[in-house]
């Protein structure tokens, strides 16, 4: 569907797949004025996006109302997901991860250019986990970075410990606990 807004476009494709699924698509560049709001009804929040300020804006909305997040990116053959059960007192942050002020170069697809079935699998195991987490089965991936290598096809998981020191989660668990 070139040329259709993706929000409607998703829409589109997700009432073919289910028309009882009561879709609300936001045309609108998420701003940490109204990422709040959104997050604080939700139940778990998807990180697809492609950039890294939508990533932490994300992930900051999530420390604060507690919400689970599930995060997953993909560029050229890597894949990457990961959870962060915000509901967990001991749970990483993305920022744990990745921080805000990090070295870390943006690099967007529209640049590197993405392996398309690579978004499919990545997209697939985000919903899995998704699924897991609102319907409490098994383990999910919180505290663990799964990485997936295309081109080797090797996938390796990764323990990811909370920092401590970290400015997003550290200051608000206190703040929290302070109150
Ligand atoms: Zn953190």
């Not at 990961?82 to 921080?99: A, E, G, I, T």
């Amino acid at each position: 569907m070139v040329g259709t807004p993706k929000v409607e476009a998703a829409r589109s494709a997700l009432n073919a797949l289910n028309p009882e699924v009561e879709v609300v698509a936001l045309k609108t560049r998420l701003g940490s004025a109204d990422a709040g709001g959104l997050v604080s009804q939700a139940d778990l929040v998807l990180d697809c996006t492609d950039n890294c300020a939508t990533r932490h804006l994300l992930n900051r909305a999530c420390v604060e109302h507690r919400k689970p997040l599930v995060s997953g990116a993909a560029i050229r053959f890597d894949g990457q997901v990961m959870v962060f059960d915000l509901r967990k007192p001991d749970s990483p942050c993305y920022s744990c991860l990745f921080p805000e002020n990090g070295e870390v170069e943006e690099v967007q697809c529209s640049v590197m250019g993405v392996f398309a079935p690579l978004t499919g699998v990545v997209g697939a195991v985000q919903a899995m986990e998704a699924l897991k987490l609102l319907a409490q089965v098994g383990e999910s991936l919180s505290g663990k970075l799964l990485l997936l290598d295309a081109k080797k096809a090797d996938w390796r998981t990764l323990r990811v410990k909370k920092d401590p020191a970290c400015p997003v989660c550290a200051t608000s668990r206190d703040s929290a606990a302070a109150r």
